[in-house]
C-alpha cells in the first residue's frame, strides 16, 4: 500500500544539532519556548530577526514605547490581532504574579495591547521575519499554541530571536540585574576572585546570577549541626593542646 503524504498535513522541519555557537559582535540570541514567551529592552536602530525553527509556528509581538504604552510603530508594524495568547499567559501563568510586577516596574498596561502576528502554516523550516527598531521601549514575543491532539499535528515548537545592537554599552558598573525569581530575603554580590559564606534555612530558595557570563561558580554546602558539632571538637583538641 502506498501513502501520499502531500495528502496530510505533516509539519516538514530540518534536523536540529544541538550545542553551543559563537555569535558575532553585538548580537543576543533568545528562544522563545512553545507556547511562552519573553520580553527584552529595545533600543532604536537594533536589528530583531525571528527563525521559525520548525515551520509552521505562528510568532506574537507586542511593543511599548518608553512611556508604557502599547504602541507598534515602535517596530514600524501596525497591529492585526488583539494579542490573546500574551494576555492569556499574562492573566492564567502560574508565575503571574512575577510577570505582572515586572510589567508594573516599567509602567506597562498590557490589558489595551494589540499585537502583530505573522507566520502562518505555510511558513517553513528556517524562515526569518526581521525587524528595525524605530524609538526606545519594550518588546514582549510569543509563540502561541495548544496541546497537542492526538489524531491531529498541531503541535507549537521554538522560534529564534537575534538581536544586534546598535550601541552596544559593556558597562559593568551600569549593568542591571534580571529581576528576582522570588521575593528576596537576602542579596549578596560576590567579587571576583573572593567567596562568601552566610546562613540558609530549610527550604529557601537561592538564586545565582552570572553577571558577564562564562564564569564558574562554586557552591559549597555545610550542615550547620554536624559543622558545629566539628568546629566543638576542634575548639576541645586545642585547648587540651594548649593546656
Known amino acids: 500500500m502506498q501513502i ?43 536589528e530583531i530577526s525571528i527563525k521559525n525553527i520548525e515551520g509552521q509556528q505562528i510568532c506574537e509581538i507586542v511593543s511599548f514605547n518608553k512611556e508604557g504604552i502599547c504602541n507598534l510603530s515602535v517596530l514600524n508594524k501596525n497591529s492585526n490581532s488583539d494579542a490573546k495568547f500574551i494576555k492569556h499567559v499574562l492573566t492564567n501563568s502560574f508565575d503571574k504574579k512575577i510577570l505582572l510586577r515586572k510589567l508594573k516596574n516599567k509602567n506597562i498596561n498590557f490589558n489595551n495591547a494589540t499585537s502583530f502576528n505573522f507566520f502562518n502554516k505555510e511558513t517553513k523550516a528556517g524562515d526569518n521575519f526581521n525587524f528595525i527598531v524605530q524609538e526606545d521601549g519594550f518588546v514582549i514575543l510569543s509563540a502561541p499554541g495548544e496541546e497537542m491532539e492526538v489524531d491531529s499535528q498541531n503541535v507549537s515548537s521554538d522560534l529564534e530571536v537575534k538581536v544586534k545592537r546598535l550601541n552596544k554599552i559593556n558597562k559593568k558598573l551600569e549593568d542591571f540585574l534580571p529581576d528576582p525569581l522570588a521575593d528576596t530575603k537576602n542579596e549578596f554580590l560576590i567579587k571576583d576572585s573572593t567567596a562568601l559564606a552566610y546562613e540558609v534555612n530549610k527550604d529557601d530558595y537561592i538564586q545565582i546570577i552570572d553577571l558577564y557570563g562564562r564564569h564558574v561558580q562554586i557552591l559549597w554546602h555545610l550542615i550547620v549541626r554536624l559543622y558545629k558539632k566539628a568546629r566543638s571538637i576542634q575548639l576541645t583538641l586545642l585547648q587540651q593542646d594548649l593546656l
Request: proline share 2%; no cysteine; net charge negative.
Open 4 to 46: 501520499n503524504f502531500e495528502d496530510f498535513n505533516v509539519r516538514k522541519s530540518n534536523s536540529y544539532v544541538a550545542g553551543t555557537y559563537g555569535l558575532p559582535k553585538n548580537v543576543e540570541r533568545y528562544i522563545i519556548q512553545a507556547q511562552g514567551l519573553i520580553g527584552f529592552d529595545i533600543f532604536s536602530g537594533d
